[in-house]
């Protein structure tokens, strides 16, 4: 929430005092300020959260029974460690809003990818208290949580080193009355509710799984379903947050420069050629996720112990369960991509409103929809399909918000419904067709071989066939991938050009 608002926010007041306004001198008093403010009210916020974290857990986690009473304090613990990754970012938000303000898109990257590393490190610990048998498992859980403090620290720490190279030398500032410093909490405001919705809607759907309760006994399964359904939006948001997000985070800086200058014609061409890359990748991941999502949820989570049976074997039915849901949330990719880059058109134009009611709709749609649709879906498929239909109800919900978000965008800024846009996406759509085809058949000349989907014959116990799932996911996407850009190539999608210089810098351009 912290991260999102402040960015969106700060980015178009700071870039109009530096572009339009050239006072660079009140920009970076403006950016000492807002990092000054942020870390303090981050801190604020997480002491009262760590004090009040036993008060807390029990709202979103109710300890129904003994089992789970008894991880109640293991889990305060672990908030309030982490805790301190939320001031770290807080303060990291407003870092790296500077140097995406100032065109530096390269050291927040870098960031988010070491992020990950840091995390790892976190579990090494557990890993060898496993391969030695030894230790207290809770160790384990405790190391994993510092991990991600780790984590936090080389994301941002990453990034401090650039904030000289673009002008920004800190000095702690409390300034919080200037103009500039207050209009940044105005506009966050609505955008702190916006975030504040979409997170809700976690808990929403796992609210629901639990009623499926109703439909069986099986506390074990419906516990697992909540974490399935959570682990089908995360394997959803990796190709949303490639394609979506960092198109959208990438575009949003210069957008806001543009319209800071009034150059909406500017704008216009921008956010169609962000569109055109969006459609361009997330169509086709769209119905990768759909036909690949066994294999793909096979070689990530097969080791999961939430897929895992007392027997120690990868079980095909939880995996269908993931991949049911999977397959509803992929439905809606091209939707959820597309809204990032509307959603920051607005904010760049200093809307925070319009987003923020559609948002709203959007939620309680989703809402209505999840009450409608589960009590059939249960009925018809049972209580898999009853956790499925709550993602179909979010897709369905964010078609609806993205289409919205358009038709009101294109009145701000005319010309975003021209003819070329449906042409293009006509294109995109015939040359993931053929490329669904090949990576179907694909699949099945490799199922003759390599059968990973029948239990009969197939039954995961260990890494070897995790390996095997992980050599066919890579040629099923290595065929995908070469047959969908030569196809691209051949209907002449113009979207191709920076593919074709980065293949050919890595010596790659046989692919096309």
Not at 63 to 73: C, D, Q, S
Not at 427 to 443: D, E, K, N, P, Y
Request: net charge positive.
């Amino acid at each position: 929430m912290a991260g999102g608002a402040l960015s969106s926010a700060f980015i178009p007041i700071f870039t109009r005092y530096i572009s339009k306004d050239k006072d660079e001198k009140s920009a970076w008093h403006i950016a000492n300020a807002s990092l000054t403010l942020a870390t303090l009210i981050m801190v604020i916020l997480a002491l009262l959260a760590a004090i009040f974290a036993d008060k807390i857990v029990p709202l979103y986690n109710p300890p129904t029974t003994a089992e789970r009473a008894a991880t109640i304090p293991i889990i305060v613990t672990l908030v309030r460690i982490m805790l301190l990754q939320s001031i770290i970012l807080g303060a990291g938000s407003i870092t790296n809003a500077v140097l995406n303000a100032r065109q530096n898109f390269f050291l927040p990257a870098i960031g988010t990818v070491l992020y990950n590393a840091g995390s790892i490190i976190g579990l090494i610990p557990g890993l060898i208290l496993k391969i030695t048998g030894h230790g207290d498992p809770q160790f384990a859980v405790y190391s994993a949580s510092v991990g991600i403090i780790l984590g936090a620290l080389i994301q941002v720490g990453i990034q401090i080193p650039g904030l000289p190279r673009v002008g920004m030398h800190f000095k702690p500032s409390l300034d919080w009355r200037h103009p500039a410093v207050i209009q940044i909490g105005r506009q966050m405001l609505p955008r702190i509710f916006n975030a504040t919705m979409l997170s809700s809607s976690v808990f929403v759907d796992s609210f629901l799984i639990g009623r499926l309760g109703l439909a069986t006994t099986d506390n074990d399964l419906i516990n697992g379903l909540k974490t399935e359904s959570i682990q089908a939006m995360q394997l959803m948001q990796l190709p949303l947050g490639v394609f979506g997000m960092a198109l959208a985070t990438a575009t949003f800086p210069t957008l806001a420069e543009y319209v800071t200058r009034g150059k909406m014609e500017n704008v216009r061409g921008l956010i169609l050629e962000t569109l055109r890359g969006i459609l361009f990748l997330s169509i086709p991941s769209c119905l990768g996720l759909i036909l690949l999502g066994l294999p793909i949820v096979q070689a990530l989570l097969a080791h999961g112990s939430y897929i895992i049976d007392k027997a120690g074997h990868f079980t095909l039915e939880k995996a269908n369960a993931t991949v049911l849901a999977l397959n509803m949330f992929a439905l809606g990719l091209p939707a959820f991509a597309t809204i990032e880059i509307l959603t920051r058109s607005f904010y760049a134009m200093r809307d925070s409103k319009t987003p923020v009611i559609i948002s709203v709709g959007q939620f309680i749609l989703k809402i209505a929809l999840s009450l409608i649709l589960i009590t059939p879906f249960t009925a018809i498929g049972g209580v898999f399909w009853g956790m499925s239909s709550l993602a179909l109800s979010t897709t369905i919900a964010s078609i609806l918000e993205a289409v919205a978000l358009f038709i009101l965008l294109n009145n701000r800024v005319e010309g975003l419904t021209e003819r070329s846009l449906g042409i293009f996406a006509l294109r995109v759509l015939a040359a993931t067709a053929g490329m669904s085809i090949a990576v179907f058949v694909c699949r099945a000349l490799l199922d003759v071989a390599l059968n990973t989907t029948d239990t009969n014959r197939f039954i995961f116990t260990g890494a070897p066939e995790i390996g095997i799932s992980i050599l066919k996911l890579g040629v099923e996407l290595l065929i995908g991938t070469i047959v969908y850009l030569r196809l691209a190539r051949l209907f002449g999608i113009e979207e191709l050009g920076p593919i074709r210089r980065l293949l050919d810098r890595f010596k790659l351009s046989w692919l096309l």
